[in-house]
């Protein structure tokens, strides 16, 4: 299940399971959504990304879903493995310097 | 192929004291450039990002400056520490029109 941790939600799923990382974004203006990887000590990893008329977008055992009526975005994980274990972010990508904006981000255990 | 060099990967200074980290990009031309800062458990937040040589835009306002003396140099500083300046530092780059910024490993600064 989900929780609120102390600064990051927390998903913790069984090992083959699907994994599903949600994120509320702000800016309707956004040209694209990002998907990011963040291993402890280490700098993000993009996952994937998503053009802003758009609503899925699939990659390598990744999904990424757009609701733009709402401002959601979600990342799904297909038969997640102990390596997926990381935290999740996702980031609006605008502005004339190609800012990218981030989310809180998620942290996900996978449990063996 | 393009690589991103950011030292040190760690730092302890006191307060007070003066900061400089440095970023370097390999392998491109006339990049996209960014610092993040990321507190223990938090997301990243956008401090600086620069669209050339001497073009910096200070997303919030703080202790800290940045400059961009060369095309694929990016440097962060302060004249004064202060303990607040603690977290870990991203430098990333990114080209217009693509919606992936590739981030350094990041310097752990902990100001004491």
């Known amino acids: 299940g989900e929780s609120v941790g102390l600064h990051l939600p927390t998903l913790s799923v069984q090992e083959g399971d699907n994994s599903i990382i949600n994120c509320a974004y702000s800016?309707?203006?956004?040209?694209?959504f990002i998907w990011y990887k963040q291993e402890s000590g280490k700098g993000p990893q993009f996952i994937i990304d998503?053009?802003?008329n758009m609503d899925k977008r699939q990659g390598q055992r990744v999904t990424v879903l757009l609701n733009k009526t709402v401002k959601h975005l979600s990342l799904q994980i297909a038969a997640t493995q102990p390596g997926d274990s990381a935290v999740y972010f996702c980031?609006?990508?605008w502005g004339t310097g190609n800012q990218f904006y981030f989310g809180t981000g998620t942290s996900l255990t996978v449990i063996p | 192929s393009q690589t991103i060099h950011q030292w040190p990967a760690t730092l302890v200074q006191p307060v007070g004291s003066p900061l400089s980290l440095e970023c370097t990009v390999e392998?491109?031309?006339?990049?996209?450039l960014y610092w993040y800062r990321q507190a223990a458990g938090r997301g990243l937040q956008l401090l600086f990002y620069?669209?050339?040589?001497?073009?910096i835009s200070s997303e919030v306002p703080q202790n800290l400056s940045a400059s961009r003396p060369q095309d694929r140099q990016f440097i962060l500083s302060s004249k004064k520490l202060l303990l607040s300046d603690s977290g870990f530092y991203l430098c990333?780059?990114?080209?217009?029109?693509?919606?992936?910024?590739?981030f350094g490993q990041g310097t752990r600064l902990t100001v004491v």
């Open positions: 998503i053009r802003s």
């Open positions: 980031a609006e990508n």
């Open positions: 800016n309707s203006a956004s040209d694209y």
């Open positions: 392998g491109t031309s006339n990049p996209n």
């Open positions: 620069s669209v050339g040589i001497g073009q």
């Open positions: 990333a780059w990114s080209v217009l029109g693509r919606a992936e910024a590739f």
